[in-house]
């Protein structure tokens, strides 16, 4: 019995074409021709309406989108597929899941599969027994040509010879070795981007420097003559991938990325190109060929650049160093729950532990002052360091004192480049004959431009001359000299920054472990030589701080207001000199705020004569003498008075005052002094 029948002729032929890869696009046509045949066949066989379905060139069948194949199944779904042609079955699919739905879609409607070796109807037991071998025998055997080809590569990769490519700054020799770049200024651009990195201690600083200073640094490129260098200004990625790479440390790495499958939308998808850690990389041999730097440097700078990924959420990370006034930032970690401490700018800069409240909702761990901490990590720091003061001025000295600056040095090599390139263009013109201008026309312009490069390189490098700093006299070297035998004064120094204090506690500390003990800060300093020195010292209490009122003023202030206005408070305490706690002098407003910061009531009329209390001049009057004479009564003792301060008003009791005129007692200690009443 035939499985051609009329009912699948009245239908549609489908004929699948798929090729893998592009690069079979290009060099098998044949492969490419023997499919589109099966057109043809198709009408030998009887099919009047032949579809051909090649959207999936250069597609793999191991489970990637591909519109034809879906397209395909929609019509075997309709009942528009009378069969199925493809040259093998690898061309249908490479796995199981897209080979069975073909199967189970034709088995349904009745469509059958038509291949070189014959034609299956999905029916029929023999044929789908049939139809799921070779699926099956087509999966296997992608298996096996992927694994012998891994494997492969992995035993080359094992003896460091696999090169897949080179980066750039080295060139390979022969087939199974790579060896410096012998263009010095490939080479003194990645040692220049290692140096700098050593001196900020950031990628992203090293990326914002190079772009600032105009440098560029070199790329591959891949062009119809093959690979060569090419010279663009950096973008984060090109820093970070040099800083990352081991290549340039003398090693040979492979495996240092994996590839991941998921399901999206029910296909498989392929992500490529995720980091792995270093434990995990396949192949590591070291010293394998010249690097810019030694191994023990680029896992300094692993370490820098995993502390300073604070973006990615861990908990060990330091951070970079930020702008802030604080210098302990990214160092402290909190005693009780060992999570990382932040840092909060209000009034005044305080560290807190706000791990807890931010993944529970709970309270906040610990917190304290900024200042009191800096100041006390500070001073053990300076201590430890001191015996390294001379060291490190001398090696200022040095690097202000250096040859040529390390942007200088960059314009140079790029003006030798270009001035070559400008007389390689000039040979060329000169070469050819003049009268053909269809070619002389041509190498006169890129002469021109090689001179428009040289002259624009010359201007920058004179631009950069006369911002050239002078050189440091010998009254200069001295003061240096004399700041680095006192590191404790340059570091309290003010032309040293925040931002300087702060590189040099990372460079010497790894990390502060800080406890907060009955009123003390308990800190365990971690050097980054594996010593630890313990630290205690007393926490602030409320309401002390650096811009805090000297106790004695508030004490003067909650007296004064029993006495008289806000705005008398404040004449008196500016003609006493009591400044406010920045230092500021005293207004009616800021008295009036104190006083309600503190909870001191404001002075009322009439509270004097509820005290029983009156003025120096209300007393003589009473007594029936001048102000000074009563002044003289009570510093000699006959008359009671108090006074909070000079400028105060005297306070004197009116009951005093009645006692002593009740008493008759003279008002002078010269008997024979009189008493005259003036009309």
Same mark, same amino acid.
């Given at each position: /019995? ?68 879906? *397209? ?8 528009? !597929? ?75 990769? *094992? ?105 999206? =939308?029910? %296909? ?34 692993? %370490? ?36 990382? +401490? ?61 040859? /040529? ?21 000039? *040979? ?67 032309? !040293? ?20 003990? =009955?009123?003390?800060?308990? +800190? ?27 106790? =004695? ?8 207001? *029993?006495? +008289? ?70 510093? %000699? ?35 024979t002094q009189q008493s005259f009443d003036f009309q």
């Open positions: /019995m035939s499985k051609i029948t009329a009912e699948r002729l009245a239908r549609s032929a489908y004929v699948y074409i798929r090729q893998s890869t592009a690069d079979q696009l290009v060099h098998n046509q044949e492969s490419q021709r023997r499919q589109y045949a099966l057109a043809d066949r198709a009408r030998q066989l009887g099919w009047a309406s032949v579809e051909v379905i090649d959207d999936d060139l250069g597609r793999s069948g191991g489970g990637v989108s591909r519109p034809g194949f879906e *397209r395909m199944l929609a019509a075997i779904c309709d009942g528009r !597929a009378g069969a199925v042609f493809a040259i093998e079955v690898s061309r249908l699919a490479r796995n199981g899941r897209d080979w069975h739905t073909l199967i189970e879609f034709c088995g349904l409607v009745g469509t059958i599969i038509v291949d070189e070796d014959g034609i299956y109807d999905p029916r029929h037991p023999n044929d789908r027994l049939l139809l799921g071998m070779k699926g099956t025998m087509s999966e296997l055997e992608l298996s096996l040509f992927r694994q012998r080809s891994q494997e492969a590569l992995k035993q080359k990769a *094992r003896r460091g010879a696999l090169f897949l490519g080179v980066a750039a700054g080295y060139v390979k020799t022969g087939r199974d070795g790579i060896e410096k770049d012998p263009d010095q200024r490939v080479q003194n651009a990645l040692q220049l981007v290692f140096s700098k990195f050593a001196e900020f201690q950031s990628a992203r600083q090293v990326h914002v420097w190079l772009r600032d200073q105009g440098i560029e640094l070199p790329a591959k490129s891949h062009d119809v003559d093959g690979r060569r260098i090419v010279w663009k200004l950096p973008i984060y990625n090109t820093v970070h991938n040099i800083l990352t790479n081991p290549v340039y440390a003398g090693a040979y790495a492979f495996g240092r990325t994996t590839s991941k499958v998921i399901v999206e =939308d029910g %296909r498989k998808r392929v992500r490529r190109g995720l980091r792995r850690p270093l434990a995990k990389w396949d192949v590591l041999l070291k010293d394998q060929h010249e690097g810019y730097i030694t191994w023990e440097e680029f896992e300094r700078n692993q %370490r820098v650049i995993s502390d300073n990924a604070t973006g990615k959420g861990s908990a060990l990370a330091r951070g970079v160093a930020r702008s802030g006034e604080l210098i302990l930032a990214g160092l402290l970690r909190c005693g009780h729950c060992g999570r990382k +401490m932040y840092v909060g700018y209000g009034r005044s800069g305080r560290y807190y532990c706000q791990g807890a409240n931010v993944n529970h909702g709970t309270d906040r761990c610990i917190s304290f002052g900024g200042l009191r901490a800096d100041e006390a990590v500070g001073t053990e720091v300076v201590r430890v360091l001191k015996p390294l003061g001379i060291d490190a001025a001398v090696k200022a000295l040095e690097a202000q004192t250096s040859q /040529m600056p390390a942007a200088r040095r960059q314009l140079d090599l790029a003006l030798t480049q270009a001035r070559y390139e400008a007389a390689h263009a000039r *040979r060329q013109y000169d070469s050819v004959d003049p009268a053909n201008r269809l070619v002389a026309g041509e190498l006169e312009r890129r002469w021109n431009e090689a001179l428009v490069a040289v002259h624009g390189l010359e201007r920058e490098i004179a631009e950069l001359e006369a911002k050239k700093p002078l050189p440091l006299g010998e009254k200069e070297r001295q003061h240096l000299m004399q700041l680095g035998a006192d590191l404790e004064r340059a570091w309290s120094h003010p032309a !040293a920054s925040a931002a300087t204090r702060k590189r040099i506690l990372r460079t010497a500390l790894k990390e502060i472990i800080a406890r907060v003990d =009955d009123g003390f800060i308990v +800190m365990v300093l971690h050097w980054q030589g594996g010593d630890h020195t313990p630290l205690k010292f007393k926490m602030n209490t409320a309401g002390q701080h650096r811009y805090a009122v000297a106790q =004695d003023t508030l004490t003067l202030v909650r007296d004064l207001a *029993r006495l +008289m206005p806000d705005k008398q408070i404040a004449r008196l305490l500016n003609r006493v000199g009591k400044p406010t706690g920045r230092g500021n002098g005293w207004t009616e407003v800021r008295v009036r705020s104190f006083r309600d910061y503190h909870q001191i009531a404001v002075y009322r009329p009439g509270e004097w004569a509820e005290r029983g209390e009156i003025t120096l001049q209300a007393a003589a009057q009473i007594i029936g003498v001048i102000p000074m004479t009563a002044l003289r009564m009570i510093k %000699r003792g006959d008359l009671k008075g108090d006074q909070l301060c000079r400028g105060a008003p005297w306070v004197i009791k009116a009951d005093d005052v009645a006692a002593f005129t009740a008493e008759g007692r003279p008002l002078s200690a010269n008997s």
